[in-house]
């Protein structure tokens, strides 16, 4: 008799549709039980930390070496995680702190990885504000590496997937991003887990891999056996276990719209962003490290609209100087082959865990600033200048190899840009006496509006910033005072509300009144259904993910402006969030 259909909810983490057998593949448990030491044993247990360590560090570097097997775009996206991991194998402050805890507290081995581990994770993690999403993944990253040294310590074995049959669907509890790097895309139709969400590591990496996921489906394990048949929707977010005829053939159909969807945008890669009446389109990508840059390539974009420069000065222990950030903003330059470049200087948020600025005694600890509210952005780098002056002459340096533009972040007051354009020109002038080759103009000095303060102030701002680079990601939450990573307010975290919406009009008319560049990045650039309402709101210039530009690329070629203007004007005018997702959301994308 066959057994019932059994649905569930999940959250979607990797686009597309995965039919095939379920296979289960359980983590063998570590067993740690915290244990003092004496005097006479620091010696054998420091050595066992020492050896875990080492350990860890060869299986890292094993797990890097395999990601050639992957596709190009897909080792851009994992390396990054896997160096990040390398790097806290080694004489990181997590080392450090379980290195003492063993020496100075009498503990053994495993209980000083375990101590350490919490210590750090709980730090990141408070005060209960700001980015959390950002600081869930990088606690997650810690607690990562603690269960590796952990498992080497104990000599537990790890998860394998060596008997994952060909087209099988990869079913768990959980899984871990090192679990995930060990994946053959190839071989693997899909992936479910009852545990797990779409901002973690993991599903960086299944996105990554281009493998079908769906993560925390509830009671996903007890619903079905080894050798049943499953359906994962990575789009939709569903698992759907011993599927009905009906199902299963849908199923089928949908594994054929996604397969043509996919094909129609790879298209797309060489042709123009233009609407249906000839106005051009700026579709730029986002750069978080520069490892990201093939899939820049690969997505068709004109360029890099947000480069974070942030990644330079994590994991390590000291500030970059001006030489090694030269070299690296002038690889990604000299990679976009003269599409422009835009770095944003350092945006330290408090949420950001960036050992090098304590250990300077730049930055506060973590958990002793509010890091929505406090010292960040342009508020520390007004402060500590000599900071700020280095990331500067980087950049004006490796103007001379392309196009590049300045940009700063967290800006509330017209005096913020007076100040660093004081610096900037400053160090302008120091460099050309030192002799450095500069272009003949500096790079254009443009501020972020991310607060409803400078979205009111833009018409001022705009007399002293020479572009404008909307973020709705913390517009929209400084506008709504919403934390998003707060599960009781969530809810009311929405771009699509009016407030949001008029600041975004407001700024982006401003820039226009002065025909100054500006341009929108964060979530709402990336979405293709809100694509026509930005673009009637004035904008024309999107900076977003480079997954996301093929179909934003397609909403844009789908419409004309008049139809963007006359959509945009009917949203407008209403006053109800409700109505506006409805009407926006209910809109074809391209």
């Not at 759907?240 to 199923?251: E, R, Y």
């Not at 690329?553 to 409700?578: H, N, W, Y």
């Amino acid at each position: 008799m066959a057994r019932p259909e059994r649905r569930l909810a999940g959250i979607a983490v990797s686009p597309g549709v995965a039919i095939g057998p379920m296979f289960f593949a359980a983590e063998p448990q570590a067993e740690v039980v915290r244990q003092k030491i004496q005097a006479a044993d620091i010696t054998a247990e420091a050595s066992r930390l020492e050896a875990a360590i080492l350990q860890s560090r060869k299986q890292l570097q094993k797990l890097r070496a395999r990601l050639g097997i992957l596709p190009e775009d897909s080792q851009a996206e994992i390396a990054p995680l896997l160096d990040a991991y390398l790097q806290m194998v080694g004489n990181s402050r997590m080392v450090r702190g379980a290195r003492r805890r063993v020496n100075e507290g009498l503990v053994s081995a495993e209980t000083a990885v375990l101590d350490e581990t919490e210590a750090i994770a709980e730090a990141i993690l408070a005060p209960d504000e700001g980015d959390m999403p950002g600081r869930r993944r990088r606690a997650d990253e810690v607690r990562e590496i603690g269960r590796r040294l952990i498992r080497n310590l104990t000599r537990t074995p790890f998860r394998s997937f060596a008997a994952l049959p060909p087209g099988a669907v990869l079913v768990a509890e959980a899984l871990r991003p090192s679990d995930a790097a060990l994946l053959d895309p190839s071989r693997l139709a899909g992936v479910a887990t009852d545990e797990g969400g779409a901002d973690g590591h993991t599903a960086v990496m299944l996105r990554a891999l281009g493998v079908p996921a769906v993560l925390g489906a509830a009671g996903l394990s007890e619903a079905g056996q080894p050798g049943d048949v499953v359906v994962v929707d990575g789009s939709a977010g569903t698992v759907v276990v011993s599927p009905s005829p009906a199902t299963l053939a849908a199923a089928r159909r949908a594994v054929t719209a996604f397969t043509r969807e996919r094909q129609k945008l790879a298209k797309l890669r060489r042709l123009p962003a233009v609407t249906q009446d000839e106005e051009a389109v700026e579709l730029q990508a986002n750069l978080e490290i520069p490892a990201e840059l093939p899939l820049i390539a690969q997505s068709g974009a004109s360029g890099i609209g947000l480069l974070r420069s942030e990644f330079l000065f994590m994991n390590r222990e000291s500030l970059p100087d001006e030489d090694e950030q030269l070299d690296t903003y002038r690889g990604v330059i000299e990679a976009m082959q003269g599409d422009p470049v835009t770095i944003r200087v350092l945006d330290w948020g408090g949420e950001k865990e960036i050992e090098a600025l304590q250990s300077e005694g730049l930055v506060p600890e973590v958990a002793d600033t509010n890091p929505a509210l406090g010292l960040r952005g342009i508020r520390l780098l007004l402060r500590e200048t000599a900071l700020f002056e280095t990331q500067l002459a980087a950049i004006l340096r490796a103007g001379a190899f392309g196009p590049v533009r300045v940009l700063l972040p967290m800006v509330t007051t017209v005096a913020e840009v007076r100040a660093a354009r004081e610096v900037y020109e400053r160090v302008a002038r120091r460099l050309r006496r030192r002799g450095e080759r500069l272009g003949e103009q500096l790079p254009p000095l443009g501020i972020m509006i991310e607060t409803p303060g400078a979205a009111l102030s833009a018409d001022a701002l705009a007399l002293e910033a020479d572009f404008f680079a909307i973020g709705t990601n913390d517009l929209t939450m400084y506008t709504l005072a919403v934390d998003r990573g707060e599960s009781d307010v969530a809810h009311l975290y929405d771009p699509l509300h009016p407030a949001v919406l008029r600041l975004v009009q407001f700024a982006t008319e401003a820039a226009l009144r002065m025909r100054m560049p500006v341009s929108v990045c964060g979530e709402m650039a990336a979405n293709p259904k809100l694509t026509g309402l930005l673009m009637g709101l004035g904008l024309r210039s999107f900076s977003m993910n480079a997954s996301a530009v093929p179909r934003v690329k397609l909403a844009v070629r789908g419409t004309t402006i008049d139809e963007c203007v006359r959509f945009a004007r009917r949203v407008m005018d209403q006053s109800d969030p409700a109505a506006i997702r409805e009407m926006v959301m209910g809109a074809p994308a391209g």
